[in-house]
Structures are given as C-alpha cells and as structure tokens.
C-alpha cells in the first residue's frame, strides 16, 4: 500500500534530518476507513465463490451495512450453516465476527460465548429473556422479534414554527425504505 506517506525524525531525535516513511497498514478512523472495509469484505466473499455456498456470498454482498449483518432465514438449521460459513469465509479474509445475536436461541447456543453479543453472554438461554438491541438505528426487541423506535421530543414552542419542527422530528425509517413484494416485507 503506497498512498500514505509522512515526515518523521528517525527515532524521535529532531536533530537528525527528516525521513519519509509509509504506513504498512490502513489507518483506522481514516475517512475511507468504511469503504475500504466493505470492498475488503466483498472481495473477500468473491474470492471464496468457489469453496463457499452462493448464500455466503449473497449474505456478505447484500446484508451487511457498514457493520451490521441483518439477516434472515427460514430455519434453525439453515441459520446454523450459514453462521458456520460466514464465520469461516470472514476469517479467511481476516475478518472476525462478532456481537451475535438471534431471536432463536439454538442458533445462539450454536455460536461461540466469546462471540455472543455483550447482551447475551451472561444470560441463561434456558430461561432468561433474550434482550433488546439495535439495529440500523430501529431497536429489536429479541424476546418478540418486533422492530420499533423511540423518538426524543425536545420541548417546542407552540407557535406554527414549533408545531412543525416537532412533527418534523418525528421520524419512521419504515416509511420511506420499505417495501413488499410478493408477500415478503423486505429492507431496500
């Protein structure tokens, strides 16, 4: 990687001349931090086409946001293999998965504690109930797998101005980025 150079004292002594290095490694909280994450991520899945299922791939290309994989399967077992291979597929491109999370909890049995989310290492998946978490800036109540929000009024004044800024805050995400299609309600 050759695109970020800097000027530096060898060895910290301000006495000697300047040098120029190069970082070895993407800085991270560079602003193209997210992007080069998400191109490392997809060319990670295209290179493993060939040893991996297409849902892997699928699932990597089309579900993942920034960091969060937000993804649904018709069952147990389906969601087992497909943790399974994601996992594999993410640690052959160096990625670590983590923070899991599920409504069903012998998927979560399934997935290793040190890889749990924070909200379910500790709980008893026997009998405690399962958390709420967010997602996407929705929460998601686990326990009853619904989707909400929570809006914050800030104190208005009653004047047309007032009424509209607080209508105005008043934000569904549901509303302007979801659609149905044949039967199946669906994220776009």
Known sequence: MDFQHYLWWPEGDTTKPMAE???NVHIFSATSSPS???????RTAADNTDTDSNIVTTTINNNFYVDDLLKSVATINEGKILAAKLIDTCNKGGFRLTKWIS???QLLESIPES???LEVKDIDLESDNLPTERALGMKWNVEADTFG????YKEKPATRRGIL????????P???CFETQNDTARFV
Do not use: P, V
């Not at 800024?165 to 569904?172: K, R, V």
């Open 21 to 23: 290095y190069r970082m």
């Open 36 to 42: 080069c994450a998400n191109h490392a991520l997809k």
């Open 165 to 172: 800024s607080l209508g105005s805050s008043i934000y569904d």
């Open 149 to 152: 929000f929570q809006n914050k």
């Open 103 to 105: 409504n069903q909890r």
């Open 174 to 176: 549901c509303t302007c």
């Open 115 to 117: 890889e749990r989310a």
